[in-house]
C-alpha cells in the first residue's frame, strides 16, 4: 500500500498547511523505510522502539512530537484505524536509557534464535552498537572482513560513522553468506530479496528469543544497543570512542551509560607487554 501517496491526497483534500504537509510526508516516509510493508500494522511498542531511536539519534522534542502526530494522522484519518499513539506524547520527556542485560542473560538470547539470519542480526546490534534500523539496511559491501570494520549508512545512503565488526560475528557472517544463493546486496533481505528485512520482523525475532530463554525484563530491542556500550565501559574502554561507535553526537547523551557502568574499572585495559609470549 503507498502510505505516502495516500496521505499526500488526504493533507491536499482537508487543507492542511504546506508546511504541516511536508512535515508529515517527510516523517512518514522515514516510517515506511524503517518499517516497510507492516507500515499501515504497528503496534505501540514497536512505535516506542522506534521513538527511542530517534532520542538516541538526539532529535529534539519538537520533531519526535512531530513524528508522532504524523504517525497519528496517518492511522487515524487516511487508514481509518485507531490511535496506536493514544496518550498525550509517547514521549513527554527524553526517554531515560535504563535498560541493560547481564551478559549471560545475551548469551541464553543469542542461544534461542534459531535463524541464523536473525541470530546474525541480533549479535550485530549488541557487538558493534548498531541500531536496529541501521542493522537492517547493511549491505555487504559495507562490511570490511578483513580489517572488522562495519561502515554505517543512514537510510538515504548518507555515511554515518564506523564501528567495530567483532570477531565471532565476523565468522558466523562468513558462514551464513557461503550459505546464501540470492543476488540481494543486502545482509539481511526481505521475503523477496529485493529490499532489506523489515525492523520489526527482527524485533520479532529478539521479542521470540526472549520468550524462549525465560527472560521475563520488558525489554526492548534498544537494550542490546544499550548493553553494548554499558559493557565496553565495564571493560575500560575510553567513553568517548564508545560515544564515537554509537554515533553519539552529544557528549551527555553517553552519560546514562557511565552510571549503568556500576562495575567499571578505569584501569581494566591489556598492557601492550601481555600481548607478547615471553
Known amino acids: 500500500m503507498d502510505f505516502i501517496e495516500r496521505t499526500k491526497k488526504q493533507l491536499a483534500e482537508t487543507g492542511r498547511s504546506p508546511k504541516t504537509a511536508n512535515s508529515y510526508i517527510s516523517h512518514l516516509r522515514r516510517l515506511v523505510g524503517h518499517f516497510g510493508e507492516e507500515t499501515g500494522s504497528l503496534d505501540p511498542e514497536a512505535l516506542r522502539g522506534y521513538l527511542e531511536e530517534m532520542v538516541e539519534e538526539g532529535k529534539s522534542l519538537s520533531y519526535l512530537n512531530q513524528a508522532q502526530s504524523a504517525i497519528r494522522y496517518l492511522y487515524t484519518q487516511v487508514l481509518d484505524k485507531a490511535n496506536p499513539l493514544p496518550s498525550p506524547s509517547v514521549i513527554a ?4 536509557l535504563h535498560g541493560l542485560f547481564a551478559r549471560e542473560e545475551i548469551a541464553a538470547l543469542f542461544q534461542h534464535v534459531h535463524e541464523l539470519k536473525y541470530r546474525l542480526a541480533l549479535m550485530f546490534i549488541y557487538s558493534s552498537g548498531l541500531r536496529v534500523s541501521e542493522t537492517a539496511i547493511l549491505k555487504r559491501e559495507n562490511v570490511d572482513m578483513a580489517n572488522h570494520i562495519i561502515h554505517v549508512y543512514s537510510f538515504e545512503g548518507d555515511y ?13 557472517l562468513s558462514q551464513y553468506l557461503e550459505l546464501r544463493t540470492d543476488p ?27 520468550d524462549e530463554a525465560g527472560i521475563t525484563k520488558r525489554a526492548t530491542l534498544g537494550w542490546l544497543r544499550h548493553s553494548f556500550a554499558v559493557h565496553l565501559l565495564e571493560d575500560g574502554v575510553d567513553r568517548r570512542l564508545v560515544q564515537k561507535l554509537l554515533g553519539i553526537t552529544t557528549p551527555s547523551m553517553i552519560t546514562p551509560y557511565l552510571k549503568l557502568a556500576k562495575d567499571r574499572s578505569e584501569l581494566r585495559v591489556m598492557s601492550p607487554l601481555d600481548r607478547f609470549d615471553c
Open 184 to 210: 540481494s546486496p543486502y545482509l539481511f533481505p526481505g521475503r523477496a530479496h529485493t529490499s532489506y528485512v523489515s525492523a520489526r520482523t527482527i524485533q520479532r525475532a529478539f521479542i521470540d528469543a526472549l
Open 93 to 96: 520527556k527524553r526517554i531515560p
Open 160 to 172: 554515518q560513522r564506523d564501528t567495530i565488526l567483532s570477531r565471532k560475528a565476523g565468522r558466523i
